[in-house]
């Protein structure tokens, strides 16, 4: 025998309410309306009413039941709710014997059904015993105190009213496996409790059906099946609907997966919230047991009592962690609107975006960096980790508890993050929270072998058969975390509209900061411009005074007096270089730059040029890799950049041997452009120094003196060409000065 699996889909597509085929212990008849003419009956009429299916096929309903009964029925017809009137009671006449039958009627589209079933219990049975086991059930589950006691309480009464030796609550999972929250059980039997059982035990199709049919029972499981006479409806030429039949007969890989659990009879009960199947109050009995339909719906509205229950039950437990999930929320927008920056507001409390989604890890991806906190992986792994983010995340949000099938490099943080929630700032800007949550290596109990389900037995005409096996069968889950539960979801969410409103607002502020660093800016180089201006006269007096003294008095002054006339003509020197330095540089901030298309060779040819005697003197290797750009600029400013950078290079060089290379990185946006020598080098704590006005590494005799001011200078001509510079440097070896500049060709 060959045997091999069937993918659970296939199996899903089974046509259940198509089959054609009730259960033995009713007869169901289709009945056209409104005439009442008779389609189509079950094969088992025989046995219970005396009449051949041929006798009745095509025949008048008053064949069957009198005149009077069919008046009766006939009203109940034209009611609304025509479910409301179930059951209703007929009396049949068979041979000489008047026997009682409960009529249970609904439309299957436009045909209507009657099933019939043999009246058991009489009426002052059902409404003494039953309705007070149901009153006092519903008044139990009332007292309930927390859901798993709530689904204790309802196996336990199920149980009660149904005597089955066996009743189990089984709760679904968002990922479509159910597993047993409760049970009541006859002692000796195995415990089901805590077992899982895999999405295929219960397709999808057979979901359905539980959410339309709310009870459903199978009195015998070893029944034979009664055929359903013709096949198909005469009137639509296919296989009536059975959804709603009570008495379709169960399809019989399901009888085979009752069987091999050693179950005779079987009774479910839907539990639904929000329109859907949240579980199933399953009922097992190990021999046939038949139960009448007033219990049955005593059962029926049990479990929508106990449905409504669950609902509050788990939503109450659910709002008391979303009041808490809304404390933390307004905690961190506080922190945000305090703190000098929005990152700080969500890390550096003790209430912190951890708590907010309960997470073991937190990284904020903010304009380039990534801030951690608690357990996350490693920074290279976020980086990567982002990247696919931003290439494959569309919404402004993304979860999952099994990070690994969607990102199969998650294996190697599985204990970091195998869960992984994500909102998103920016796409843009790759602006990112993520949050994650380590793998859970839980224990899953499964009722079988989850990953063979089913089996095709080709022998057996290519069957599909449930598997057999039902002994526990322990599974590690592997790379799944816990799941993020939906109020986790949505405050999540809702911090992440926070931080866009707390970064509008900042961006807002920084505006008007800006505008008014502009305009004292401005001032400011107003001040300098004018200060300097109007010092230069002066000076320009002391420095000729000085010289006059010098020459026409020097005589009658002794050494000592003409060594301090010539260090007062010195200073003034050294003080007007620096008052012109200042000018220049406050004029730059006063003047509009002519930006026009400019080659850069020509540029570079000309400071060489310039400073040609210099190189040649000291012997300076000049490398240039290659021909550079022509970039839109104000080129008697970018002149300046290189003169100033090139002469620094020359300048603070000690060595024997002299380079400089000038050059730029290509495919780079915006340009860089470098400047590198074999100079002294800078130390790297001096890096950012330099560029202010003014400062100087050395003595003014050193490295043929300066203003300091020369790099200040350069740096806001690159500035104001909406550039960046800096330098990198070894000390002692060399350094390079890098600058960037906006490409129109790229
Ligand atoms: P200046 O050259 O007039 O002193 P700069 O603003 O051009 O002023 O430079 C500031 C300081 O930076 C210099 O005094 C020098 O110490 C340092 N520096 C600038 N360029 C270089 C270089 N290529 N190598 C080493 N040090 C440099």
Redesign the pocket.
Known sequence: MNNHFLPISEYAAEPIKFIGFTQPHGLFLAIKEPELTILQVSNNILQFLGFAPEDLLNQPLSKLIDNEQINIFRDYLYQQDLQSSNPIEFIIKIGDKNVNFDGVIHRSHDILILELEPTILDKSQVFFKFYPLIKLAISKLKGADSLLNLCQILAKEVRKITGFDRVMLYKFDDDGHGYVIAEEKLEPLESYLGLHYPESDIPRVARELFTSNYTRLIPDTSAELIEIIPRNNPITNQPTDLTNSMLRSASPCHIQYLHNMGVGASLTISLIKDQKLWGLIACHHQSPKYLPYEIRSACEILGQMASLELANKEDNEDSEYKIYLASIQAKLVEYMSIDKNFIDGLTNHEINILKLVNAQGAVICFDGEYIAIGNTPKQKDIQKLVKWINENLQEAIFYTNNLYQFYPDAENFQNLASGLLVVSISRSQKNYILWFRPEVLQTVDWGGNPYQPLEIVEDEGMQVSPRKSFELWKEIVQLKSLPWQPCEVSAALELRNSIIGVILRKVDELQLLNRDLERSNNELDSFAYIASHDLKEPLRGIHNYSNFLIEDYGETLDEDGQSKLRTLMRLTQRMEDLID?LLHFARLGRIDFSMQQTDFNKILDNSLDLLSPRIEQENIEIRIPKSLPKISCDCIQMSEVFN??V???I???DKDKKWIEIGYIENTNPLQFY?K?N????KSK?FD???R?F????GPNK?G??????????QKIVEKHGGKIW?E?IYGE??T?YFTLQSDEL
């Open positions: 330095s100033n950078l002469t620094n290079a300048k603070y060089n400047i020598d100079g002294i080098g800078i001096h120094t330099i560029f006005i400062k100087r590494l050395h490295y003196g300066g203003t300091g001011a020369g790099l200040t200078i350069v330098v440097s060399g350094s000065f």
